[in-house]
């Protein structure tokens, strides 16, 4: 059975950085992508970045390109979401999911635009960052 858990989250000064990391475990690293998803309280849930299976293909949000590195460690069954230059509105609890049903369907959805949430099925319990001004 597939099971996500993030884990690395916690308060940061603005400016500073942190490390996510998402271990999966039940399945196979060839098998899934990996988005990252969060959410600020009273707003809604948005897409954060992803990467596909292998890694050969990244996507971010406009609001984190150049702060934030996506990567994963498939010998690890990790992967990592490096954020840098934090801000405060970056403050949320963040949840990483594994999207299964390309490689179960064997339709190809990479390249894609974004982080569509349609593909993304098992999710982590999530974390809280907060960032403070």
């Known amino acids: 059975q597939l099971h996500l858990v993030e884990s690395g989250g916690g308060v940061v000064q603005s400016g500073g950085s942190l490390r996510l990391s998402c271990a999966v475990s039940?399945?196979?690293?060839?098998?899934?992508?990996i988005a990252w998803f969060r959410q600020a309280p009273g707003k809604e849930r948005e897409a954060v970045s992803c990467?596909?299976?292998?890694?050969?293909?990244?996507n971010y949000a406009d609001s984190v390109k150049g702060r934030f590195s996506i990567s994963r460690d498939d010998a690890k069954s990790t992967v990592y979401l490096q954020m840098d230059s934090l801000k405060p509105e970056d403050t949320a609890v963040y949840y990483c999911?594994?999207?299964?049903?390309?490689?179960?369907?064997?339709?190809?959805?990479?390249?894609?635009?974004?982080?569509?949430?349609?593909?993304?099925?098992?999710w982590g319990q999530g974390i809280q960052v907060t960032v403070s001004s």
């Open positions: 990467v596909s299976r292998g890694g050969g293909n990244t």
């Open positions: 999911a594994a999207g299964l049903l390309e490689y179960f369907s064997g339709a190809r959805f990479w390249p894609m635009e974004g982080c569509p949430e349609v593909h993304f099925d098992s």
């Open positions: 039940g399945v196979a690293s060839d098998t899934y992508a």
